[in-house]
């Protein structure tokens, strides 16, 4: 298991302002056009303490079919967190229209798992493996699977209060570990 808690999270602006299109928030209209929004995530980059705890899990593992839905020779566990600082923060920048703190959020969170998953993506290709796309984790019994698997609350402070995430800016993901197939050459 390996825990790693903060690292630099960037934050890119082409990223909030294509998302910022798809959820129709007008960030020039906010004050948000170039030069504010970088100078924007830069503050929000520094004031962010993000953790991420992750595993690798082979078979058998009686909570494999709960965690992981594609089966494959292992899978691993992911838990991202942008820490209590991005409450405080959030509190901090009353300018910022509502609308905009949860897609700063998402990119926040997905950059995290990112960092996670690519630390075991080079695990996975030792091994002659390759990783299933992300598989969030979202119901109840599988966050306290994973919660308890990780030891999410002694690792990230993380817990599980009403079948949510606690703090709300964290999220739990899943990879299958999947055999990479040999190219078959002509005879």
Same mark, same amino acid.
């Given at each position: $298991?390996?825990?790693?808690?903060?690292?630099?999270?960037?934050? @890119?602006?082409? !990223?909030?302002?294509?998302?910022?299109?798809?959820?129709?928030?007008?960030?020039?209209?906010?004050?948000?056009?170039?030069?504010?929004?970088?100078?924007? *995530?830069?503050?929000?980059?520094? =004031?962010? !303490?993000?953790?991420? !705890?992750? +595993?690798?899990?082979?078979?058998? +593992?009686?909570?494999?079919?709960? *965690?992981?839905? $594609?089966?494959? *020779?292992?899978?691993?566990?992911?838990? =991202?967190?942008?820490?209590?600082?991005?409450? &405080?923060?959030?509190?901090?920048?009353? /300018?910022?229209?509502?609308?905009?703190?949860? !897609?700063?959020?998402?990119? /926040?969170?997905?950059?995290?798992? @990112?960092?996670?998953? /690519?630390?075991?993506? +080079?695990? &996975?290709?030792?091994? %002659?493996?390759?990783?299933?796309? *992300? %598989?969030?984790?979202?119901?109840?019994? =599988?966050?306290? /699977?994973?919660?308890?698997?990780?030891? &999410?609350? &002694?690792?990230?402070?993380?817990?599980?209060?009403?079948? @949510?995430?606690?703090?709300?800016?964290?999220?739990?993901?899943?990879?299958?570990?999947?055999?990479?197939?040999?190219?078959?050459? @002509?005879?």
């Amino acid at each position: $298991m390996r825990k790693i808690k903060g690292f630099k999270l960037t934050l @890119r602006p082409h !990223v909030i302002k294509q998302r910022s299109r798809k959820g129709r928030i007008d960030l020039e209209a906010a004050g948000l056009d170039e030069l504010p929004l970088t100078k924007f *995530l830069e503050r929000a980059s520094k =004031a962010l !303490v993000p953790g991420v !705890v992750f +595993d690798t899990f082979g078979h058998p +593992d009686a909570d494999q079919p709960l *965690l992981s839905p $594609m089966p494959g *020779l292992a899978y691993s566990l992911i838990l =991202a967190s942008l820490g209590d600082g991005f409450g &405080a923060f959030r509190d901090k920048e009353s /300018a910022i229209p509502e609308k905009l703190w949860p !897609v700063l959020e998402e990119h /926040a969170l997905d950059e995290a798992v @990112r960092f996670a998953s /690519a630390l075991i993506a +080079d695990e &996975a290709e030792k091994d %002659n493996c390759e990783l299933s796309p *992300l %598989n969030p984790i979202s119901s109840p019994d =599988a966050l306290e /699977a994973a919660l308890r698997k990780l030891d &999410a609350s &002694a690792k990230l402070g993380v817990t599980l209060a009403e079948g @949510r995430l606690v703090p709300a800016a964290s999220l739990a993901v899943s990879q299958s570990w999947l055999a990479k197939s040999k190219a078959k050459g @002509r005879k």
